[in-house]
């Protein structure tokens, strides 16, 4: 039986390959699986909901770590590990620290490297950062590309990567995405108030690095006036828990009775949030590829994104972190159905929730040569 390494250390990667782990389990490889642990509490919500159990845990989560110290300390654990046992695949996934190191010590110990959402470009270095040079420091050392979309795949062949090495996917964040939706669900007390607001909810997100300090502080500008201006909207807002975030939240959003701020949402409460909400405001990848299969408009909080499909569809435009953009592109879309129905006409450009099927298959073939 083939040994596959697949590595993750956040929430998100766990959401993505969390389907692709289960394929290869139904597949006949022995899925061995690597949590770096750069999220703690957040990804054990998100280990449970999908019943895996990783077989080594880094704990590298140290409170505010700089990239330097966490560089560092996952890839000296990655050199214990790779000498303790040989894996004949590494599976990683995105943009992550934990992606690039994975692909790095997958080229260190001579391993093959599978790269999941392979071929996004911002191709701006610094927007989303570390983001986008994670990715394509990745792409630069895989072996088996998985680009979730035409356009990905294009990106990596004017990279120069061989055509034989890139299987179109569709995004796996769809399949777990569908997987989820049907499990039993019941808000929690926190949530039923929204839910039954009756009001138009406006689903925030903001986390990115590069927004920190004014470029944030515009976008809660902006979310006051839109909720001033509309009065049958309420926002409702996770808040990440880095500093930087809860101090700008703390000081501008508390006091609004339609702004309800709550800690994080567990991944089941999150995608109903999203699938209750008449409109996304986000600066996070995944809620991109998320949201248009469920119907919902996303305004990103960023002045680039490596996902252009979307914005090709209709379903996202991007509003960085403009506060007049956001007011006025947040009230059209509250007050105007036909600017409303323009962005959710198309089907998701992300996928169908078989990426993880297609991805396995590929595998095992490249495996098998």
Avoid at 14 to 41: C, F, M, N, S, Y
Avoid at 125 to 146: C, M, Q, V, W, Y
Avoid at 311 to 329: N, R
Wanted: hydrophobic letters at 40%; one cysteine or more; a neutral charge.
């Amino acid at each position: 039986m083939k040994k596959v390494l697949f590595i993750f250390g956040t929430r998100p990667e766990i959401i993505k390959l969390a389907p692709v782990i289960k394929a290869a389990d139904g597949e006949g490889l022995r899925a061995v699986v690597l949590h770096t642990g750069q999220h703690r509490e957040i990804a054990d919500e998100m280990l449970r909901l999908f019943q895996i159990h990783p077989d080594i845990n880094l704990d590298v989560m140290r409170s505010n770590q700089t990239l330097f110290s966490l560089t560092s300390r996952i890839l000296e654990n990655f050199e214990r590990v790779f000498n303790a046992e040989k894996y004949d695949m590494i599976v990683v996934q995105g943009d992550t620290t934990s992606a690039f190191l994975g692909a790095l010590a997958g080229y260190y110990s001579k391993t093959p490297v599978a790269h999941v959402e392979a071929g996004l470009r911002s191709n701006d270095k610094f927007s989303p950062f570390p983001e986008e040079i994670n990715r394509r420091l990745a792409g630069s050392l895989t072996d088996l590309h998985f680009p979730p979309t035409e356009l990905s795949r294009k990106n990596l062949l004017k990279e120069g990567v061989n055509p034989k090495n890139i299987h179109v996917t569709g995004n796996t964040v769809i399949d777990a995405l569908l997987w989820a939706l049907k499990l039993p669900y019941e808000a929690p007390d926190a949530l039923k108030p929204v839910f039954k607001s009756g009001k138009k909810i406006i689903l925030v997100t903001s986390h990115r690095r590069e927004s920190f300090g004014e470029p944030q502080r515009r976008v809660f500008k902006a979310l006051l006036e839109i909720v001033e201006f509309v009065e049958n909207s309420m926002v409702l807002f996770p808040v990440h828990p880095n500093p930087n975030v809860i101090k700008e939240v703390s000081e501008i959003l508390k006091n609004h009775s339609r702004i309800h701020l709550c800690s994080p949402l567990g991944y089941l409460d999150f995608i109903h949030a999203m699938e209750k909400s008449e409109l996304v405001l986000s600066d996070s990848g995944g809620v991109q590829e998320e949201a248009p299969s469920l119907k919902k408009p996303v305004l990103v909080l960023r002045d680039v994104t490596e996902r252009p499909e979307g914005l090709d569809s209709g379903a996202l435009k991007l509003v960085g972190t403009d506060d007049e953009k956001i007011f006025s592109e947040a009230v059209k879309l509250l007050t105007d159905k036909g600017a409303y129905a323009e962005m959710t006409k198309n089907p998701n450009p992300y996928g169908d929730g078989r990426a993880s099927l297609r991805i396995i298959k590929s595998i095992k073939l490249f495996l098998d040569e």
